[in-house]
């Protein structure tokens, strides 16, 4: 059972909040920038580092289908970190303030997850880490090759996880290491034959040590406008860690952000994925891309690349478009003969908090099958 991208939910919790709230009476000042009279998120989210906020969250993966939820989030601002923001209004902040949230949102095709986590940085970003244990019950589909009918599932069970990386000296490296226990059940929805019948019912347990090394100099957390990300990180998956798979899934990917000029800037992502051994259908990799709905095109080996061209209206406003393809390959299977999957889209950017450098906006998209509107949060990656 995957986790969610606790960045850019909590993220995009911030921006929806922002703009309920922003219509209150009494309400009007936090919302506007000292520095240029804008609409902007920076004094509420910080300002409120001293207790937990509700806010709400929109769902829009077409896996699931649309739907929504809440959180409540608790901001761990530093001592330093809340001195440099208000001795320099004008400052971007290079650290996020750790949150520690709860949260519990449902979709309107039945999926429901809820559950709490910590995101911290620490020692000055010496140490990051992110944790927590989450329940889902989520309705899926699933394919048995691309040009399959699709298989509807339905997964149920919760999820624990410990994230951790350690920056190697004053480099930009960080040495990292993952550990998540899964206990879950799967029923399939099979009609007469098909490959997956033997596993129409299962109830199991993963558990799942990795260990990563990151290389990342970007200028933000939330969205990165210059700089190089990248990872390696193998997974293994290991009775012996409590599970009752024995599987191994490595990865690499490649985000780099470059500013051509004032205006322009070029994003590019290159993404793979390999796995070996004996896992369950539904921890298969998938092309993770805007237009293509969450486990639709699985394979064994994936690859991927995306290129993102921005153009800044003004220092609020970014309009944006992409194109990317991408290869679900199984084994035993050739890569030439495997087709390209391509897709393509345009979106837009608002910065909704400057002194975070956090940007929200939506993204529309279309893959080999059908066109998908995503509300976003700085970088789709």
Do not use: C
């Amino acid at each position: 059972m995957a986790t969610p991208s606790f960045t850019s939910t909590l993220a995009l919790s911030l921006s929806l909040s922002l703009l309920a709230s922003a219509s209150q009476a009494g309400f009007t000042d936090q919302f506007k920038d000292p520095v240029d009279g804008r609409l902007d998120a920076s004094q509420w989210i910080l300002n409120n580092a001293h207790g937990f906020m509700p806010v709400p969250i929109l769902i829009t993966e077409p896996a699931v289908g649309v739907g929504g939820g809440a959180a409540l989030l608790f901001f761990h601002e530093s001592e330093s970190q809340k001195q440099k923001r208000l001795n320099d209004p004008f400052a971007v902040a290079e650290i996020p303030p750790s949150v520690t949230g709860v949260v519990a949102a449902g979709t309107n095709n039945g999926s429901k997850l809820g559950g709490l986590f910590h995101s911290g940085n620490w020692l000055e970003d010496k140490v990051r880490y992110l944790g927590g244990v989450f329940g889902a019950d989520f309705r899926l589909k699933a394919y048995a090759d691309i040009d399959a009918p699709a298989m509807g599932f339905t997964l149920q069970g919760w999820n624990l996880f410990q994230d951790i990386d350690v920056r190697l000296g004053d480099s930009n490296f960080f040495l990292g290491g993952e550990y998540s226990y899964t206990r879950s059940e799967a029923n399939l929805e099979l009609g007469g034959e098909h490959p997956l019948s033997q596993e129409s019912a299962m109830v199991d347990s993963d558990g799942a040590l990795g260990v990563k090394l990151t290389y990342d100099s970007t200028d933000n957390h939330f969205s990165p406008r210059s700089g190089l990300k990248a990872r390696i990180k193998s997974t293994k998956h290991d009775k012996r860690l409590g599970g009752d798979f024995d599987y191994r899934l490595d990865s690499a990917y490649l985000h780099a952000y470059h500013r051509l000029n004032a205006k322009w800037g070029v994003n590019m992502r290159l993404d793979a994925k390999s796995l070996s051994g004996d896992a369950p259908f539904y921890a298969r990799p998938y092309l993770d891309m805007r237009g293509m709905a969450a486990m639709r095109y699985q394979g064994d080996d994936t690859a991927l690349g995306e290129v993102e061209v921005s153009y800044d209206l003004d220092d609020r406003w970014t309009l944006l478009g992409f194109a990317g393809t991408g290869k679900a390959i199984n084994h035993g299977e050739s890569f030439a003969d495997n087709p390209w999957l391509n897709m393509q889209g345009v979106g837009f950017r608002y910065l909704m908090a400057r002194q975070l450098g956090l940007r929200t906006g939506m993204d529309i998209a279309k893959g080999p099958e059908e066109w998908t509107l995503y509300l976003q949060v700085g970088g789709a990656w």
